[in-house]
T-cell receptor, first 110, second 116 residues
Framework: GQQLNQSPQSMFIQEGEDVSMNCTSS?????WLWYKQDPGEGPVLLIA?????ELTSNGRLTAQFGITRKDSFLNISASIPSDVGIYFC??????????FGKGTKLSVKP | DAGVIQSPRHEVTEMGQEVTLRCKPI?????LFWYRQTMMRGLELLIY????????DSGMPEDRFSAKMPNASFSTLKIQPSEPRDSAVYFC??????????????FGNGTRLTVT
């Protein structure tokens, strides 16, 4: 079935560093979504990508839709303590609802 | 807008007991989703409703799980009997349309279930 593989599973970085994480699939996706989950809360949508090769920014966040449509990456520049959380990629299944990767857990040391 | 409201926030129960999780979606949202989050399996879709009708329940683990949506403003997820392996965080989410950036999934804050 369709699966999304995220890497790395976890990251420990120093405040101010840039972060890069990615998401891959053996299946083609027509949309890639990136969500963030703060501790004790539900995931919140950060960025949506609809077109192969598309590069989209939201503040310090930048995400790209891979040209093969089988991958996407998310970059965070100049990380701050509130960037801590779990970052999920998601895409629509053939049945129409969303599937999520297992997430990348980000820890930021002040 | 109060967002998606889930209750309780935490539930601790003994194996064999019935557990009922509750969700109030955002008003006007036609889709409601129940997800389960564990370390091993991440976020898994259990079931989703459109206009109160269950559309896809293929993610429901087994017959011990059932979900209902008696009206547009309320849904329940019931586990009977509960087992320790059901321990997880259960999220309810709603959206205006099935999914879209213009109609993103809005998640509640989840119910952390612990079955001892």
């Amino acid at each position: 079935g369709q699966q999304l593989n995220q890497s790395p599973q976890s990251m420990f970085i120093q405040e101010g560093e840039d972060v890069s994480m990615n998401c891959t699939s053996s299946s083609i996706f027509n949309t890639w979504l990136w969500y963030k989950q703060d501790p004790g809360e539900g995931p919140v949508l950060l960025i949506a990508l609809y077109k192969a090769g598309e590069l989209t920014s939201n503040g310090r966040l930048t995400a790209q839709f891979g040209i093969t449509r089988k991958d996407s990456f998310l970059n965070i520049s100049a990380s701050i303590p509130s960037d801590v959380g779990i970052y999920f990629c998601a895409g629509p299944r053939s049945q129409g609802n969303l599937i999520f990767g297992k997430g990348t857990k980000l820890s930021v040391k002040p | 807008d109060a967002g998606v409201i889930q209750s309780p926030r935490h539930e601790v129960t003994e194996m064999g007991q019935e557990v009922t999780l509750r969700c109030k979606p955002i008003s006007g949202h036609d889709y409601l989703f129940w997800y389960r989050q564990t370390m091993m399996r991440g976020l898994e879709l259990l079931i989703y409703f459109n206009n109160n009708v269950p559309i896809d329940d293929s993610g429901m683990p087994e017959d011990r799980f059932s979900a209902k949506m008696p009206n547009a403003s309320f849904s329940t997820l019931k586990i009977q009997p509960s087992e320790p392996r059901d321990s997880a965080v259960y999220f309810c989410a709603s959206s205006q349309d099935r999914w879209d950036y213009n109609s993103p999934l809005h998640f509640g804050n989840g119910t952390r279930l612990t079955v001892t």
